[in-house]
């Protein structure tokens, strides 16, 4: 024998009945990706769901006032408010 060629002994027989995925497996495998991808985009929106909400309650209005607070204001109340902001912000900027 020749030192080039290589023999292999008991080497099992290459079975070629494997064609490929069928159409159903196709199937199968699209719609599992599909749902997961349907699951990760509910938990997603209800993250962002939560966040909203809590800077929503917790955000700036949350921080000045309550919320039975800010369920009682009238609008003069507001005008108020913005006014005494402008004029504090003005005071602010006269410093610089």
């Known amino acids: 024998m020749n030192e080039n060629?290589?023999?292999t002994v008991n080497a099992p027989a290459r079975p070629d009945t494997w064609k490929g995925i069928t159409l159903?497996?196709?199937?199968?495998?699209?719609?599992?990706?599909?749902?997961k991808r349907e699951v990760e985009k509910e938990r997603m929106n209800n993250v962002m769901d939560n966040v909203r909400t809590?800077?929503?309650d917790n955000g700036?209005?949350?921080f000045l006032f309550s919320n039975n607070a800010i369920a009682g204001l009238k609008t003069a109340d507001y005008a108020l408010l913005g006014w005494?902001?402008?004029t504090l912000l003005l005071k602010l900027r006269r410093r610089k």
């Open 5 to 7: 060629t290589v023999t």
């Open 24 to 35: 159903e497996e196709l199937r199968m495998r699209r719609a599992k990706a599909l749902l």
């Open 54 to 56: 809590r800077v929503a």
């Open 60 to 62: 700036i209005r949350g």
């Open 84 to 86: 005494r902001l402008v």
